[in-house]
């Protein structure tokens, strides 16, 4: 049963901060890159940050760039958001997701969500 739980989402004011963990289960997560999406109401599901299994690379959107850290404990089968300098318009839900491209004949790709945390950044 593969499953990602986010959790440390909540109400904080603007320039503050918070930490979002996702946890996984149910899947080699030291195989899959991992990454945050965010959908804010009416709007589109947006690419925030992206880390390969190894944690040697990361990718920001440029909204978010110099303000949020993705990181990854492979250790402890999670996946972080530092969100630093929080302003209003990152008000979104949070989605934690695992990726991995089939390597061999036999396999498939594999793409996992999670439910998603709410984060809201108002005064």
Not at 61 to 89: C, H, W
Not at 99 to 115: C, K, P, V
Request: glycine share 10%.
């Amino acid at each position: 049963q593969v499953q990602l739980v986010e959790s440390g989402g909540g109400l904080v004011q603007p320039g503050g901060s918070l930490r979002l963990s996702c946890a996984a289960s149910g899947f080699t997560f030291s195989s899959y890159a991992m990454s945050w999406y965010r959908q804010a109401p009416g709007k589109e599901r947006e690419l925030v940050a992206t880390i390969t299994s190894s944690g040697g690379t990361t990718n920001y959107a440029d909204s978010v760039k110099g303000r949020f850290t993705i990181s990854r404990d492979n250790g402890k089968n999670t996946v972080y958001l530092q969100m630093n300098s929080l302003k209003p318009e990152d008000t979104a839900v949070y989605y934690c997701n695992a990726l991995r491209y089939a390597t061999t004949w036999f396999e498939h790709d594999r793409n996992y969500w999670g439910q998603g945390t709410q984060v809201t950044v108002s005064s």
